[in-house]
C-alpha cells in the first residue's frame, strides 16, 4: 500500500471504492440536492465522498473542473480527506503553493483534511482543518498565508480560505457517514405542500 493509498490508511478513513474528482459527479450529487432540497421528492439522500467533493469545487467556481483519478477523497463521521501526489494536483493548485511545492518531490503525498462545523440554520459549514504533505502537517504560518491566496481566488470561499458555508434549507441537514455525505430534511405533514427553495 502506497501513496495516498497509505495516508487514507493511516487515517482510518479507507473505502473500498475510494471517491474520485469527476464531472459526472457533480450531475450526480446536483440530482440529489435537487431531490431532497429543493424538489422534495425524497427527504433524505446520500451523495458519494468524491461526487461531493466535485459538486463543492464546481460551487466554488473551478473550472475547468479537474477530472483526475488519482486525487482519492475518502469521508467518514468526522471529516473529509482528499489525498494525492503534488503531481497529479491541478496545475493552479500546485501555483498556489508557491514555493513550499518546489521543496518537495512532486510524488510527495498532499492531504487536505476537511471539517464539517456546526452552523445556523440554513447554513452548511465546511472548513479546512489541516494539510500535510508527505505526512508532515504544514505550520500554520505557511498554510494561512497559501489559504488567503486561494480565498482571493475564490470568493465564495471566507476570505481566510479555509471557510466554505453552503446555503441549504432552513429545516434542511448535511451529515457525513462513512464513505458518504447525508442530506435530510422532515417529513412533510399530510396535507401540507413543501415550499420550494429559491
Given amino acids: 500500500m502506497r501513496g495516498p493509498w497509505l495516508v487514507l490508511a493511516l487515517l482510518g478513513t479507507v473505502q473500498a471504492v475510494p471517491g474520485r474528482i469527476t464531472r459526472s459527479g457533480v450531475a450526480r450529487a446536483q440530482a440529489v440536492v435537487d431531490s431532497v432540497f429543493l424538489d422534495h421528492t425524497s427527504t433524505e439522500g446520500t451523495i458519494e465522498g468524491g461526487d461531493w467533493a466535485s459538486y463543492l469545487m464546481a460551487r466554488l467556481g473551478v473550472t475547468p473542473l479537474p477530472e483526475n483519478t ?61 494539510v500535510t504533505i508527505g505526512g508532515f502537517p504544514v505550520p500554520e504560518l505557511i498554510l494561512r498565508s497559501m489559504l488567503l491566496d486561494v480565498g482571493k481566488s475564490y470568493p465564495a470561499l471566507t476570505k481566510s480560505g479555509r471557510d466554505l458555508y453552503v446555503e441549504i434549507p432552513q429545516d434542511g441537514k448535511v451529515s457525513l457517514i462513512n464513505g458518504a455525505v447525508r442530506l435530510s430534511v422532515p417529513p412533510v405533514p399530510h396535507g401540507t405542500q413543501a415550499p420550494h427553495e429559491p
Fill in 70 to 130: 488519482q486525487i482519492l477523497i475518502a469521508v467518514d463521521t468526522q471529516h473529509i480527506l482528499l489525498s494525492g501526489r503534488i503531481q497529479d494536483l491541478p496545475a493552479e493548485a500546485r501555483a498556489m503553493m508557491g514555493p513550499l511545492s518546489a521543496l518537495v518531490d512532486s510524488s510527495t503525498v498532499l492531504a487536505a483534511e476537511i471539517a464539517l462545523l456546526p452552523s445556523s440554520p440554513g447554513l452548511s459549514h465546511f472548513r479546512l482543518q489541516g
